[in-house]
C-alpha cells in the first residue's frame, strides 16, 4: 500500500503560502488550522460516530452542545462571518441560529435605524431574541414580489397588523422556526390605506421569552422530516391579526408618518441585503466542504489498491486515468471556486461599505455576480460530494467514510437563498444588458465584467493551434459568442412577434442559463490567474498554474460548442485541447494530496475512516463498524426469535 507520507514527502509545493491564498492570508489560515486543531481536544464539538443512527430528536438536541461550544470557542463574535469557516470545516452538519445569525443580524444591521440596531441587536447576538428569517411562503418563495402575508397600517394605534390571510400565505421553511425562535423578521406586503408599498420586513415576537409557549393568534412548529438537515427545524407559521408597534418595520430605507405616508429611499434591491450576505457565505465558507469531500477521497485513492500492474504489483487506484479524470478536475475547480469566492468576498464588503455612505453604484454588479457564484458554487459542492463518494467505491456510501452528510446537508444550498435557476437567469439579465451598455456607455462596464469592452476584439478571435497561454482568450470568445448569440436569438423572437418577458420565459432560458454560467467559469478562471501571481515560490507557482490550466482546458471540453459553432477552434484544435488535459492530469497526480491538504483539515472534522491523515482505511472502517455502531450493542435475540414465528411457512 503507497503511505500517504511517501505521497507528501514528493510534493514539490509550499503548503504555507497556498493555504495563505486560500484563507485570505497566511496569518488567518494559521488561525483556522489552530481553530481546527483546538476542536480536536474538545469532546462537545465532536460528531459522534453513531450520529447516523440516532433519532432526529436525539441528533437535534446534541447540536446545541456544539453549537453553544463553537460560539465559546470564537468568543461569540458570532456576527463576524469569517468566523463561522472554522465551526463550518468542522460540524457535520448545520447548526442550531445558523440561519439567523447570518441573515436577521445582517439584515437588521442593514436595513434598521440606529434606534432598531440599539434596541434589538445586542438581544440577538445574546440569543435571548432568536429570530428566524421568514420570507418564503407555502405559495411563494422564488418570487418574493407575490408573497400574500400583509402588514397593514392602523394610523389609530400606530401599529400593523400582521395577517395570514390564505393557506399559499402561510410561512414554510423558515430555519431555527420550528422549535427555537422566539423572534421573527416577517417579510410582508405593506398595506397603507388600501395602497400596497411591496414586500417590507417586520420584527414580529412569535413565542413567549419566558415559556417559550408561541403567543396569541400565532401558529407555529417544524415541517417534518428532510432529505438531510435533520438538526434544523425548518417552520410553518401562521398570523391571524397580530398586532406589532409602528417601531417593528426596519426602517432605514424605508418609512411610515404617523398620519400613513410613506417615504421610500436608496436602490429597492437593499431589501436583498441580508440574501446577498447569505450568498457571500455560501460562495466563500461552504465551499470548503468540497476541500472536505476532496481530502477524503483522495487519501483513499492514493491507499485503496485494486488489481495489479504489469509487474504484479497491486495499483493504487489514483493511478488510474479514469479515476485522475473524477477527482483532480474537481480539485482544480475547488481551488477556482475558492479563490474566486475571495475575490467576490471583497467585493460585497465593498459594495455594503459605499452602500452604508449612500452610494449604491455597484449594487446591481455586486447582486448579479453573487446571484451566479452561488448558483455556480452550491452547484459544484453537491457534485462534488457525489462524484467523491462514487471515487470511494462501496466505503463512499457508509456515513462512515464522511461522503453522503456532505451531500446530504450542502444540497438544500442549491435552492435555498435563491433557486440557482433563477440565480442565473438574475445573472444572465445582466449580461444582456452590459450588452446594450457595451454600444452605448462602453466606460459605464463594472471592472468585473471589462471583457464586454472588449466585444469586438473577443468576437474577431481565432485559434488553430491549441497552447495553454490561450485559455484565456477561448473562455473570452465563448461567453461573449454565447450572449451575443443569445442576445440575436431575442431580437428574432421579438421581431417575430412575441413580447420580451414571453421570449425571455419560453424560449431564451436554456442560453440564458448556459451564458451567465460559462460567464461564471470564465470569472473563476481569472480570480484564479490573478490570485496566483501573489505566489512567490517558484515550484508553488508552476503547479497552481497546471492546476488553473486543467481547470480551464475542463471547462472548454465540457462545453465547446460555442467555439466549434463560430470556427474559433478547429477539430484539429479540439484534438490538442483534449491531449493537454491527459498531460494535466499526469502533471497534477503527485500533487494533488499535497494541494488538498493545504486546507489544513483535521480529522474530527472529517469524521471518516477512509480519509484520515495517517492513510489506514481498513483498520478505522472496521473499528467503527464494531466498536462505534450502536446497532451492535442491542441484544435482538428475543426480536429475531419472535419474527421467526411470524414467518410464513413455504
Ligand atoms: C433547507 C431549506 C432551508 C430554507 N430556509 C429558509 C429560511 O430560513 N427562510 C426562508 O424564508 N426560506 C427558506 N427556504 C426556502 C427557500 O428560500 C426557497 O425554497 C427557495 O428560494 C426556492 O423557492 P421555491 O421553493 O419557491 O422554488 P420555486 O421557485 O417554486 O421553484 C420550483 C422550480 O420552478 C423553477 N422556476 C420557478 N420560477 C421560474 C422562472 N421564472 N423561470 C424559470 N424557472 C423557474 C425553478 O427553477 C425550480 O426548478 C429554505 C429552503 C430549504 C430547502
Redesign the pocket.
Known sequence: MTSLEQVRQLSTINQIQIAGLIFGSEQRAKEVKQFLVDCEKIPEVQTNADFYNWSRKKQFLSKDKQGFSFMKMINNQVDDMEQYTGPMIYSAT?NHYG??LA?VVPALKILGTQEQINAWLDDLIQIRKAA??????LG????IQSLQTTATYDKQTQEFVINTPTIQAA???????GILANWALV?AQLIVDGTNYGVQSFMVQIRDEQTHKPLKGIEVGDIGP?M??QV?D?GFLKFDNVRIPKFNMLAKYISISPQGKVMKEGDPKISYASMMMMRKLLNTVYPKAAAISLTIALRYSYTRQQFTNDKGVENSVIEYQTQQHKLLPLLANLFAVVLSGNVTSKFVDLNFTEVQKGNFSHMNACHSLLCGTKANYTHFVVNCAEWCRLSCGGHGYAHYSGLPSIYQEHS??V????????MF?QLARCLLKLLKTSQKNPEKIPEQFSLFKRINEILSFKCDQFQTSNILSLLESSVIHLITQTGMKMMQEIQGGLNPKAAW?YKL?TSLWESANYFIEYYKFVCFQNTILQVTHKQTQVVLTNLLNLFGVTILLQNPLALLENDVITQQTMKQIRDEYENLLNLIKPEALSLVESFCLADGGLRTTIGRADGKPYEYTYDWAVNENSLNKIDFSNTVNQLKNCRPKL
Open positions: 448545520t440561519v439567523y441573515m428566524c428569517y421568514a420570507q418564503t411562503e411563494h418563495g422564488s418570487d410561512k414554510f421553511w423558515p430555519g431555527d422556526l417579510f428532510k438531510g438537515y434544523k425548518n438544500p444550498n435552492t435555498l437563498e435563491g433557486e440557482n435557476q433563477i437567469l420565459d432560458g
